[in-house]
């Protein structure tokens, strides 16, 4: 089936570090691709998406490439902030069937900066 | 701009007892999503709809139940809490049956079964 591997974590870096979280994907077919955020005592909100094969989305300085070849979508920052303390999460979404579609998630990586 | 509302933010429930989490959405999308987040374990699909009426089974449907009444809301029923159901809840909805299609989540229900 469907699935998603992201790098586990926890992460630790300082500020103004570069982030790299790794993910890969096994779909059947040829998915979306997202990252989501999860900020402390809140809900996911989206980050960045990508749609097919080499879109490049971008976000808040983050960025990740849709690499069909790798089946990776990994994500990167050039210079984190105390503010990008959160939970990250990789996910695919695929057509299941007539006008259905899943969002299939990654376990998440928890990112920490400190100042 | 509300988006996804969800009610309660936190609940404390006995083994056995029943409840009802309730979301609701006011941005007219026709699908919403029922997921369970635990440690170390990602998003997991319990339910989803479609559209009003419509309700279909994700990934762990076991113990709970769902319902679609109207457009903007849809209801997670717990009918006999157990221990295994302390989790935090989280809705979501979307626009529609797009891959390219984010969801758009709400912020969450603690809930814990003693």
Redesign the interface.
């Known amino acids: 089936g469907d699935s998603v591997t992201q790098m586990e974590g926890p992460v630790t870096l300082s500020e103004e570090a570069f982030l790299t979280i790794n993910c890969t994907y096994t779909a059947t077919g040829y998915p979306s691709l997202f990252w989501y955020v999860q900020y402390p005592g809140e809900g996911l909100q989206l980050l960045l998406k990508a749609t097919k094969a080499d879109d490049k989305g971008s976000n808040k300085g983050f960025e990740a490439t849709y690499r069909k070849e790798t089946t990776s979508f990994h994500l990167e920052k050039g210079s984190v902030q105390v503010s990008d303390s959160a939970v990250y999460f990789c996910a695919l979404s695929l057509n299941s069937g007539g006008s259905n579609y899943k969002l299939t998630f990654g376990k998440g990586t928890l990112l920490t900066v400190n100042p | 701009n509300a988006g996804?509302t969800q009610t309660p933010k936190f609940r404390v429930l006995k083994t056995g007892q029943s409840m009802t989490l309730l979301c609701a959405q006011d941005m007219n999308h026709e699908y919403m999503?029922w997921y369970r987040q635990d440690p170390?374990?990602?998003?997991r699909?319990i339910h989803y709809s479609?559209g009003e009426g419509t309700t279909?089974k994700g990934e762990v449907p076991d113990g709970y139940n769902v319902s679609r009444l109207k457009k903007q809301n849809f209801l997670l029923g717990l009918e006999s809490a157990a221990p295994s159901q302390t989790s935090v809840y989280?809705c979501?909805s979307s626009p529609?049956?797009?891959?390219?299609?984010?969801?758009?989540?709400?912020?969450?229900t603690r809930l814990s079964i003693l």
């Open positions: 996804v999503y170390g374990m990602g998003l699909l479609v279909a989280f979501a529609q049956g797009y891959s390219n299609q984010p969801q758009h989540f709400g912020d969450g």
